[in-house]
Nanobody, 117 residues
């Protein structure tokens, strides 16, 4: 079973920055997509950003221009750089991957991001 370990969350003031990391227990060569999702208080889980095997990325409209997803293939790690944070970005953020061969999906345990106004 694939394990995903997230780090980098915490409390930040509005306008600040955080960088989330997610390290997978399998090689990047086995991964098709890596993404970040979030679930705010009383809200459904939503896609924040996704990075595909081919190098393309996609972002939720609410984070475009502020968040950047990137990969370090040598470290089997995906990052989410979050700038100009807003209180509405407050949520539990989850890392997710989908493998290339079977398409199976795995999730991290989630990490709290809190943005104070």
């Amino acid at each position: 079973q694939v394990q995903l370990v997230e780090s980098g969350g915490g409390l930040v003031q509005a306008g600040g920055s955080l960088r989330l990391s997610c390290t997978a227990s399998i090689s990047m060569s086995s991964i098709n997509t890596m993404g970040w999702y979030r679930q705010g208080p009383g809200k459904q889980r939503e896609l924040v950003a996704i990075s595909t095997r081919g190098g393309s990325t996609n972002y939720a409209d609410s984070v475009k221009g502020r968040f950047t997803i990137s990969r370090d293939n040598a470290k089997n790690t995906v990052f989410l750089q979050m700038n100009s944070l807003k209180p509405e970005d407050t949520a539990v953020y989850y890392c997710s991957i989908r493998t290339y061969s079977s398409g199976s999906e795995s999730w991290g345990q989630g990490i709290q991001v809190t943005v104070s106004s």
